[in-house]
């Protein structure tokens, strides 16, 4: 357990979030692919963008979120922890599906269709079906479902609040970090091209467990939270697994080009085997980078911090609307998709601004706790 703030964990957790709008815009921009937007034109650089980022922004996050889950349980009771987990998560959940998924699905449908036909459609789908619901919303039900198994977890075995691996294995395992990792790598590759590829040949890919109880994604992040909960219970490891390794750094860099290369040719076990090695090495890379160059306080970085959240719930109705919009403007595809990203950032922190000026604001969409309010008993007044 550190005394002082690590600084960097909270950076790289804020840019994974971040990333989110990158992402989107690149997935509405892609030439020949369909989205939940259409914007009837695109580039083939934005396919290789979105896939790009989507090797590594999701098993970073998940894996910071396990450490950070196992630091603090180490620090506080597990059902304390849990509560807290969930009245952070829940209400941004409910009030981003009640307020900005219904806005969301309605801007998509008017990108395909006109007006009549949108409604329609709009009101088909929200009755029918449960991701139209979830939408980017599905990493919220998976972080509860790993921080619920982390806590019970704990619960059932109240040694390991303060539990570290032996020592011994703590260090072969950083002695050796770039072999072990990247055989855990391949470890992993294989149960998620095994694991999920069963899931959908079983025939779960339907409206509740895949939808709306997000089953797959479940299967895919756990592994990454665990592995965060046991990196922040290593050490030793924990200190070699935030520096620069050149092997990995190369591991990366070929795992990478692989799986953009042949991005549209992989039978899809044999993608998700690859995408697994370059997201994990990619992200040790990200995290080493952030440790050697971000890690203290950083004013514009603190406020990206705290925004970050926010930014993430609200950012995907103002892409769809700009994207929308920008149909009609005469721009390259290039540029629009750059102003698109510029805009929804500057829109998604306004938003955050507006929210942390009311305390009803930030408990809605920030999980942030109502204040209290003291007690003041009236005056009593005497009758004359």
């Known amino acids: 357990m550190t005394k002082q703030r690590d600084h ?9 979030m971040l990333l989110g709008i990158p992402y989107h815009v690149a997935l509405a921009y892609r030439a020949g692919r369909e989205w939940i937007v259409s914007p009837g034109e695109g580039l083939p650089a934005f396919t290789y963008g979105a896939e790009f980022i989507h090797l590594f922004r999701m098993p970073g996050f998940f894996l910071i979120a396990g450490y950070f889950a196992a630091l603090l349980l180490g620090r506080r009771a597990p059902d304390q922890w849990l509560q807290g987990r969930f009245l952070k ?10 307020l900005l998924v219904p806005v ?6 008017l990108s395909n269709m006109p007006w009549t036909d949108a409604v329609a459609s709009w009101k088909h789908n929200s009755a029918t079906s449960g991701g139209y619901w979830v939408r980017h919303l599905w990493f919220i039900i998976v972080l ?6 982390a806590a019970l977890l704990v619960r059932w075995r109240p040694a390991l609040r303060d539990a570290l691996l032996p020592a011994r294995i703590d260090a072969w395992i950083a002695d050796h970090f770039a072999v072990t990792l990247m055989a855990g790598a391949v470890l992993l590759g294989l149960w998620e091209a095994v694991a999920v590829e069963l899931f959908y040949i079983g025939g779960f890919a339907t409206n509740l467990p895949q939808q ?13 939270f665990a592995s965060g909960c046991l990196l922040a219970r290593s050490p030793r490891t924990l200190d070699r697994a935030v520096r620069f390794i050149p092997a990995i750094a190369l591991v990366a860099l070929a795992s990478t080009a692989v799986s953009l290369l042949y991005v549209d040719s992989f039978w899809a076990p044999v993608g998700r085997f690859f995408g697994t090695i370059s997201g994990i090495a990619l992200t040790q890379v990200l995290i080493a980078g952030a440790k050697a160059f971000l890690d203290r306080p950083i004013p514009l970085l603190q ?11 609200v950012h995907m109705p103002i892409v769809v609307m700009l994207v929308l919009l920008g149909k009609s403007v005469a721009l390259p595809v290039g540029a629009k998709a750059a102003a698109v990203m510029l805009l929804t950032l500057a829109l998604s922190y306004g938003a955050w601004l507006l929210v942390e000026r009311s305390a009803w604001l930030r408990f809605l969409f920030n999980g942030d706790p109502m204040p209290r309010r003291s007690y003041q ?8």
Request: net charge neutral; with cysteine.
């Open 377 to 384: 008993p009236r005056p009593r007044t005497v009758a004359a």
């Open 144 to 149: 509860l479902y790993c921080s619920t198994a």
């Open 303 to 313: 406020r990206l911090v705290e925004a970050s959240f926010v930014i993430y719930l």
């Open 212 to 224: 709306i109880l997000r089953l797959d994604e479940l299967i895919t992040y756990a592994p990454y």
């Open 104 to 109: 969301l699905n309605m801007l998509c449908e």
């Open 8 to 16: 960097f964990w909270d950076a790289v957790r804020a840019l994974l």
């Open 89 to 98: 998560l829940a209400p941004p959940f409910v009030a981003s599906l009640l």
